[in-house]
């Protein structure tokens, strides 16, 4: 055994290979994405990007009725795409180990909404364990393999943002050598028609009653006995909090969040005073334990949005003053932006100066929606852009759709965008999609996706071509341009806007971070010529700054990709050689 620092997202994978997990499968999501990543790392272990997390779920469904232990990884909004097999899964049950990890994120630190998966568990009948550090992800990951096995079930490891990505010492060891299960065909399980269905219900029932009785001794869950005028039922970061806050008080700390271990919590109930629980997001542990007429206090003191911290727990709970987020850190905000050099930018300044409505999408693209640039109107989820740009065309009419478009990137339109655009073909529509392809999964760090023609593993894969992909869904009017040409972007737009019928330009432009090698030749401004009309600050571009009433380059930010030189009205801005804005495709 060695002790490793380790985040909660290299515990999960580190479990799963000590546990012979045999195929990790995933889309990648921040707070999730790294599991995968540092699952593909082991040789022992098939990892794989998938479009999405329905397609994930299903091949690591697959690979468990197959006889090898699975593990399918995804953000908390990744598991609303997967909840068909998800639910249907609880009913077939696993051959070998399955566990599904949900990486929730209270706080929205990298997500559209807070939502609280532990509910999936009660809804799904499935058992949800929650590790409170690296340690418990690392052991929780091979309980939960052995869990599933034994009860013939999926099982969810449900994370959190702090827990997954924040580092503790974690107790490693050797891979343990599991033999690929025998598969068998066994039409009674695995065919969900209704009769067969019906049967399986009885069986899920079952195994639910089984899991609670399980939950009664495991030591999944454990009693922390000290000072008996304050309880609390903690788990996952919370209970981090907890002790830290509050270590003289006593706590029920449960690692299986659901089936809940009834008489354990009844027992330690009824020796407090005064019982608490403490847990983010939504009541879900309280409004259990309330149904079951025990006295307990929580959602009334602590709110349902965003993160607890130890001070909120202290405040709440001990009357103390509690400091703001800011004064906690000490560290003034910093909004996001685009990158310098990104090419999504000339894209926006093209969509800003023609006063279009944008549907958008979850990418960094969606950062668009910020000042200067502030041209996108809407973001609902994975794949939205278009069906919302088409909605918006039978709303308010054909006129209307010759001034909106969709946006979205090339791994969200894999992921769930091309059902939308057969919609736009299928039902007349004449919307505008635009596919900014910067040539990877850029948000979550750089992954590969089926346009990249690499695997999670870095090998070479057959590249999907956007273009005969769209024309297949039937658009007859397809463009590729490049968005840091902002004069040829800008006439595609018009162009495609023009057109009577659904058009899609592809925006193709490799993401600025994917070239390490190259040295940037920074752009300038010649102060003399410089007007301080400060147009080319509404690009958005971190490297432009105001300085003695004219705009400046910081040429420690610049990578030379010449959007200001092309929207400069009067020519004030340039590189050191004309060749090297040339090289970059945004001559003018």
């Known amino acids: 055994m060695t002790k490793k620092l380790l985040t909660g ?44 997390e329905k397609v994930a779920l299903e091949v690591g469904l697959g690979a468990a009725i197959g006889g090898a232990r699975s593990l399918v990884s995804m953000k908390h909004v990744g598991l609303n795409v997967a909840a068909d097999p998800l639910f249907t899964a609880a009913y077939t049950g696993i051959n070998a180990g399955l566990v599904v990890v949900s990486a929730d994120d209270p706080g929205m630190h990298s997500s559209q909404n807070e939502q609280d998966n532990r509910h999936y568990g009660r809804s799904a009948k499935l058992p949800v364990l929650e590790p409170s550090d690296s340690a418990e992800a690392l052991a929780y990951t091979k309980i939960a393999l052995q869990m599933s096995e034994n009860f013939d079930t999926p099982v969810i490891l449900r994370l959190t943002t ?11 060891g050797d891979r343990e050598d599991v ?22 219900h009885e069986v899920v029932e079952q195994h639910l009653e089984d899991l609670a009785e399980y939950a009664e001794t495991s030591r999944l869950n454990t009693v922390e006995l000290k000072d008996t005028n304050i309880g609390i039922i903690c788990s996952g970061a919370v209970y981090q909090y907890v002790k830290e806050a509050m270590p003289d008080v006593s706590v029920l700390k449960l690692g299986m969040v659901y089936p809940l271990p009834r008489k354990v919590i009844t ?4 020796r407090m005073k005064k019982l608490y629980v403490i847990e983010e997001l939504d009541p879900f542990i309280e409004d259990i334990i309330k149904s079951w007429g025990i006295e307990v206090s929580g959602s009334d003191i602590f709110s349902p949005l965003g993160e607890i911290f130890p001070d909120d727990i202290t405040s709440k709970i001990m009357g103390s003053e509690v400091t703001s987020g800011a004064e906690r850190t000490g560290i003034p905000g910093r909004p996001p932006v ?30 668009g929606c910020l000042p200067p640039l502030s041209s996108m109107h809407s973001c609902i989820c994975m794949g939205a852009s ?49 596919i900014l392809d910067n040539s990877t999964t850029a948000m979550t760090g750089h992954q590969h996706n089926p346009a990249t023609g690499y695997n999670a593993k870095g090998a070479q894969s057959p590249v999907l071509d956007l273009e005969a992909m769209v024309k297949a869904c039937g658009v007859e009017k397809v463009t590729v341009v490049d968005p840091l040409d902002v004069e040829a972007f800008a006439k595609v737009l018009r162009e495609s806007l023009d057109f009577d019928g659904p058009a899609v330009i592809i925006s193709r432009r490799p993401c600025v971070l994917l070239d390490k090698k190259s040295v940037p030749i920074p752009f300038n401004v010649d102060n003399e010529t410089c ?9 958005g571009c971190p490297a432009l700054e105001k300085k003695d009433n004219k705009a400046f380059v910081n040429p420690n930010q610049c990578v030379g990709c010449g959007l200001c030189s092309q929207v400069c009205p009067i020519d004030a801005i340039s590189s050191k ?12």
């Open 9 to 52: 997202n290299e515990a999960v994978a580190r479990g799963f290979w000590e546990a012979g997990g045999r195929v990790a499968v995933a889309y990648p999501g921040t707070p999730s994405t790294e599991i995968t990543e540092n699952a593909a790392k082991y040789e022992e272990i098939h990892a794989e990007w998938t479009p999405n």
């Open 267 to 270: 027992n330690f109930a009824s």
């Open 338 to 367: 685009m990158c310098a050099g990104c090419p999504h930018r000339g894209a926006f300044y093209a969509m800003k100066k023609l006063g279009l409505v944008v549907s958008g999408d979850i990418g960094c693209y969606t950062l």
């Open 162 to 172: 702090r827990v997954s990505h924040s580092q503790s010492l974690a107790e490693t």
């Open 386 to 434: 278009i069906g919302v740009a088409h909605g918006l065309e039978k709303a308010q009419g054909r006129k209307f759709a010759k001034k909106t478009v969709a946006v979205l990137g090339e791994s969200t339109f894999i992921h769930s965008g091309i059902t939308g655009l057969i919609n736009v073909v299928y039902n007349q529509s004449a919307v505008t999609t635009i």
């Open 179 to 200: 033999a690929l299960r025998e598969y068998k065909n066994d039409m009674a399980k695995y065919v969900m028609i209704p009769a067969n269905a019906r049967r399986r």
């Open 577 to 588: 050689t004309q060749a090297n804005l040339e090289e970059k495709g945004g001559a003018k």
């Open 531 to 539: 007007i301080g009309c400060f147009i080319c600050l509404k690009t």
